[in-house]
Nanobody, 119 residues
Framework: QVQLVESGGGLVQAGGSLRLSCAAS????????MGWYRQAPGKQRELVAV???????NYADSVKGRFTISRDNAKKTVHLQMNSLKPEDTAVYYC?????????????WGQGSQVTVSS
């Protein structure tokens, strides 16, 4: 079965850094756009960053200049480097990707990673 498995979440102090990773596993024929979303308590899930198959990136205004999204197609992995973290970055972060497999091109979600930034 195709899965997205996340790692790298945790607790850091304000100003610190974390690196999230998300690896796709299973029989995958193609990888389209990959991205990261987050959901803070009491808020809707929002797009944090996205990277296209060609490497183009887009970021939410709140994270521009602090977060960097990257991908390694050979390893079927997407990363989110988070620097200068702020308490308002506290949320559950979800990897998202559209993957081509035997069932066609389908969107997938990672299991979610808790990121907590203390003040």
């Amino acid at each position: 079965q195709v899965q997205l498995v996340e790692s790298g979440g945790g607790l850091v102090q304000a100003g610190g850094s974390l690196r999230l990773s998300c690896a796709a596993s299973g029989i995958i024929f193609s990888i389209n756009a990959m991205g990261w979303y987050r959901q803070a308590p009491g808020k809707q899930r929002e797009l944090v960053a996205v990277i296209s198959s060609g490497g183009s990136t887009n970021y939410a205004d709140s994270v521009k200049g602090r977060f960097t999204i990257s991908r390694d197609n050979a390893k079927k992995t997407v990363h989110l480097q988070m620097n200068s973290l702020k308490p308002e970055d506290t949320a559950v972060y979800y990897c998202n990707a559209r993957l081509g497999s035997s069932g066609g091109t389908v969107g997938y979600w990672g299991q979610g990673s808790q990121v907590t930034v203390s003040s």
